[in-house]
């Protein structure tokens, strides 16, 4: 059994890398947002978690409208198929893409 402090130093490991307790397995954690962002945006598989964190892991201690934000894993995959099909693929958002699947494969267990 690992103690509290290690546990809680992994956790925060990981949301450093990208995860979100409230992360489902297939899901990727953008970070937090506004609900209006969520509608402004072209992810059809957004949907908005309830606790918003720090980047170091530590909760929101005081009253915000920013929650986490979480698309599929499988939309940001064809969102990368179809970039690389285009006529001139934008490297640098393909690589952002890429970057955001990759991260989500660390964890797929959940240690939160």
């Excluded at 980047?55 to 698309?71: A, Q, V």
């Amino acid at each position: 059994m690992i103690s509290r402090k290690r546990a809680r130093h992994q956790r925060r490991q990981l949301i450093r890398r990208g995860h979100h307790p409230e992360q489902g397995a297939d899901e990727i954690y953008l970070g937090n947002a506004l609900p209006e962002d969520l509608m402004r945006s072209s992810w059809k598989s957004s949907r908005l978690g309830a606790k918003p964190i720090y980047k170091d892991g530590r909760n929101f201690t005081h009253p915000t409208s920013l929650r986490p934000w979480f698309i599929k894993t499988s939309e940001a995959e064809r969102k990368i198929q179809q970039e690389l099909k285009s006529s001139v693929p934008n490297r640098g958002l393909v690589r952002s893409f890429q970057k955001l699947v990759s991260i989500r494969t660390i964890n797929d267990g959940g240690v939160f």
